[in-house]
């Protein structure tokens, strides 16, 4: 921020005021949100670029979910200008009613859906998805935990998963994926991960039992049985998956589109199989429990590429190649 911007009450965010590609993206300066009573100011230091980043700018959705997608962002444009789900930062000032932090605590947050983190500040209610940062893990590596992490910590829940229980992981490399491998891990799991040649290894090094190679070998070919497959590729509908379901078994279908939301319907009424779909929760306790997770080691960062704040565009080209192995940070303001 430039003595311009305090002067002026204004920082610097990228906004994007139509659907589209890479470009649609730009830095602009918008006014600098002032925190009201129960909010703190947190200055970003780092965010990301996720999956979601990308669907909202391209609305881009799964099958039957595009007028859902446009009620909720803006029908012919975005509502919210700012993208960004996740960030970690510096606690610059806090409202007058404000008691869980203090100026300089060191936090990081998912607003989620709500997103506005591709800015330099961002306010957010004390009581809301907003921790400490985890004090062994960087700025960059705090922000690039919660997207991933909260969604499998959704999709597990809704599983019930148990020690012992075989989990399939589809798009283990991602970042949904290295997340769900460590946690299905954590609970004990036995772990496959399926992803290609190039992330073999780091699906292994997060943990994984098995991996399976989708560029030579087909994991529904096999006569393997799972007591969970999780789908974040959105590309193994219930009925090829549920060959590879054991009795009572759950497809978690975390990229679902209509088709898989109506099988979470009619699975129970055909048999034991289940289909768990819909949005993820975003609750304001997974924050606390993926800092302790990571504070643990049990829950490591997986960081594919960094880039610089005006590099904004060129991140979100890169997340849409849907390449990325875990997540792409983006540096905003250094700590002082
Ligand atoms: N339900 C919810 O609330 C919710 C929440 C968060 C995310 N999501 C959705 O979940 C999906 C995954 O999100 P993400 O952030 O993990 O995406 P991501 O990070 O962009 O996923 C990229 C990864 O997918 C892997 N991949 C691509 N095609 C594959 C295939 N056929 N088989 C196995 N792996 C494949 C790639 O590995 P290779 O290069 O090795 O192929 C890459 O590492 C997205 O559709 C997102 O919209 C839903």
Known sequence: ???????????????????????????ADV???????????????????????WRVRTMCVPTGLGTFARLAFGFTRPRQPIMGSEMAGTIEAVGKDVTRFRVGDEVFGFPGGAMGCHA????MPEDGR?????????FEE?????????????????????PGDKVLVIGASGGVGTAMVQLA???GAEVTGVTSSNNLALVR?????????YTKDDFTARRETYDIVVDTVGRTPFARCKPVLKDKGR???????????????????????????????????DLAEMAALAEAGALRPVIDRRYQFGQMAEAHAYVETGRKRGSVVVSVDPPR
């Open 1 to 27: 921020m430039t003595p311009d911007h305090a002067a002026t009450g204004t920082m610097q965010a990228f906004v994007y005021r139509r659907y589209g590609g890479p470009d649609v993206v730009e830095l």
């Open 31 to 53: 006014p600098k949100p002032e925190p009201r009573d129960n909010e703190v100011l947190v200055r970003i230091h780092a965010t990301t670029v996720t999956s979601g980043d």
């Open 120 to 123: 330099q500040y961002r306010a």
């Open 130 to 138: 907003l921790a400490r940062k985890p004090a062994n893990l960087s």
């Open 142 to 162: 705090a922000a690039s935990l919660p997207f991933g992490v909260s969604t499998s910590l959704h999709f597990l829940r809704k599983a019930g998963i148990r």
């Open 185 to 187: 891990k954590h609970h």
């Open 205 to 213: 090094s997060l943990g994984a039992d098995r991996v399976i190679d």
């Open 251 to 285: 497809l978690l279908a975390v990229a679902a589109g209509i088709p898989e939301m109506l099988a979470t319907l009619w699975a129970p009424l055909t048999g034991s199989r289940r289909v768990i779909a819909g949005p993820a929760e975003e609750r304001v306790s």
